[in-house]
């Protein structure tokens, strides 16, 4: 059985910063495309970041500088490093991955084949 279990979500004031991980279990991480998604209030889920096999990565534009996915092979977990959050980031960010060793961000998100639940980062003062 696969399972991905984000954590590190909460509130943060402007400016802060917040590290998501995400632990995946019955899956390797390292071999697939990985990504992490999204979701403002009243907004479609969107891309933020992802990271294929051969190590390269993508980020939004809009979030490029203030965002970036890595991952810890050793650990079989993925994080997303959030920095200058500002109040518009508040969502629900959830981590997924492929079957394919590939990513972009353009892929169509039901090429994600395993999902976390979702972990809640709330911007605000």
């Known amino acids: 059985q696969v399972t991905l279990v984000e954590s590190g979500g909460g509130p943060v004031q402007p400016g802060g910063s917040l590290r998501l991980s995400c632990a995946a279990s019955g899956w390797d991480l390292a071999r697939h495309g990985i990504a992490w998604f999204r979701e403002r209030p009243g907004k479609m889920r969107e891309p933020v970041s992802c990271r294929s096999g051969d190590m390269s990565t993508y980020t939004n534009d809009k979030l490029e500088g203030r965002f970036s996915i890595s991952l810890d092979t050793a650990e079989n977990t993925m994080y997303l490093q959030m920095d200058r959050l500002e109040p518009q980031d508040t969502a629900v960010y959830y981590c997924?991955?492929?079957?394919?060793?590939?990513?972009?961000?353009?892929?169509?998100?039901?090429?994600?084949?395993?999902w976390g639940n979702g972990t809640q980062v709330t911007v605000s003062s």
């Open positions: 997924a991955s492929r079957q394919s060793f590939y990513c972009t961000l353009w892929q169509p998100q039901n090429t994600y084949i395993y």
